[in-house]
């Protein structure tokens, strides 16, 4: 199984993700929006972006490493958030940063959204992992 991650020349700089990532062989994993809900179905965090940021991405941990995959694996990743502001992008940047690879940070995309399924959800990310 091979990775490729690519940030090539005429695209413009990346900070914490990659242009494009291009994958090989191994086991695909899709693993769907994860949450700030921890175990008992309860809101981690509420009104809190930088708590219910945590909680996802421990969320993500959990059902990557259920499928024998890490955020080293992560290739691609999806943010969306409640009502995104400028100000909004360093505290997710940074809570990030704890998680994903610092060598191969994946391809990412971060949207703005009205409103996300639970009332009191702030944050809900997806990620697609491939391993050997």
């Known amino acids: ?32 929006g994860q949450v700030a809900v921890n175990e008992r179905g309860e809101v981690v965090g509420k009104g809190d972006l930088r708590a219910q940021t945590k ?7 959990i059902a ?10 992560v290739v691609k990743m999806n943010i969306y958030v409640v009502g995104l502001k400028p100000e ?5 940047r940074e809570v990030r940063r704890e998680y994903v690879s610092k060598e191969h940070p994946p391809a990412s995309t971060m949207v ?21």
Do not use: C
Request: glycine share 10%; aromatic share 8%; no cysteine.
């Open 88 to 92: 909004m992008v360093p505290i997710i």
């Open 1 to 32: 199984m091979t990775n490729q991650f690519l940030n090539p020349p005429g695209l413009s700089p990346t900070s914490g993700w990659t242009h494009v990532v291009a994958t090989r062989g191994g086991k695909t994993i899709y693993v769907s």
């Open 112 to 132: 703005g959204v009205t409103s996300l399924v639970g009332p009191d959800w702030l944050i809900e990310i997806e990620a697609i992992a491939v391993v050997a």
């Open 64 to 73: 990557l490493t259920s499928a024998g995959a890490s955020f080293a694996d």
């Open 55 to 61: 909680q996802t991405f421990e969320n993500l941990k």
